[in-house]
């Protein structure tokens, strides 16, 4: 039994994602969230700045003497996790492998279609994952630089004509593929899961990083005798690089849980 908390971090609201599905599997868990939001977007940023903003998140969390650390992250996960996972000594776990995972095992055509930013997509992570465990795969893929900032911005409501545009024209050559399976590889794009849904059509299966790893997160706590005593009194922090205001407005309606109040401003500039 370890009670200490899980640290997650994103550069925004995408991370929550995760946290949402931490929340339901594990109830007693104390969870302190990172969302670099004064820094939002790390996708089109180049690796260098990727993997700086990724320590300065990292060693921040690590001052809160935490047992596991998520990277709720697909552009870190891509880009940075690789060159600095060796560097701690904790669990770190990001979004690639749980996604490609849940996807390879959905998919019937093995037609896969996936979207990210333009680091992820650019890093080719997820593509040589997935040919790693289905070599046969096809893999259709898109960057969507436009998604987070629209996400940010609260734009993620089907009817809302400049999200649904964008959908359109990010997913359209992928969708003329006939995909049955969509890995949302950055985990901002769950938050506009419905409006991506409606386009893509019942047949084809979303895959959510945040809440696959949540779910991966969920077991290895289990598996190496981590996870918190039941019933233990657990708490959750958020941290946030810009408004709080926004951010716990945001959340609270992401989570339907009231964060106003646990939501305080970081600073990253010490690390
Ligand atoms: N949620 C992050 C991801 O999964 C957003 C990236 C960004 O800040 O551009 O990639």
């Not at 320590?55 to 891509?78: E, H, N, P, W, Y």
């Amino acid at each position: 039994m370890d009670n200490r908390p899980i640290g997650v971090f994103d550069s925004g609201l995408g991370g929550l994602t995760a946290v949402q599905k931490l929340m339901e599997e594990l109830p007693d868990e104390d969870i302190i969230y990172l969302g670099d939001t004064g820094r939002v977007p790390y996708g089109g940023r180049s690796k260098e700045t990727i993997i700086k903003y990724a320590r300065q998140d990292i060693a921040f969390l690590k001052s809160f003497d935490i047992k596991a650390m998520v990277i709720a992250c697909g552009t870190v996960s891509t880009t940075a996790l690789g060159e600095i996972k060796d560097d701690y000594n904790l669990p770190i776990i990001g979004v690639v492998g749980p996604a490609v995972k849940k996807a390879v095992e959905v998919t019937r055509n093995k037609k896969i279609g996936l979207i990210g930013t333009v680091a992820s997509i650019n890093s080719r992570a997820y593509d040589r994952l997935i040919l790693e465990k289905m070599p046969e795969a096809e893999i259709f893929s898109a960057a969507c630089p436009l998604l987070v900032p629209l996400v940010e911005n609260g734009r993620i409501n089907r009817g809302d004509i400049m999200i649904e545009t964008a959908v359109r024209e990010y997913l359209e050559p992928i969708k003329a593929q006939g995909v049955d399976t969509l890995i949302l590889g950055c985990t901002h794009y769950p938050l506009i899961g419905e409006v991506i849904s409606d386009y893509m059509g019942e047949g084809v299966t979303l895959i959510s990083p945040g809440a696959e790893t949540a779910s991966y997160v969920a077991k290895l706590l289990g598996e190496r005798g981590l996870s918190a005593e039941s019933g233990h009194n657990n708490k959750y922090r958020f941290f946030v690089t810009d408004s709080v205001d926004e951010f716990s407005k945001a959340a609270s309606l992401f989570l339907k849980k009231n964060v106003q109040g646990e939501v305080n401003k970081a600073d990253l500039s010490i690390y």
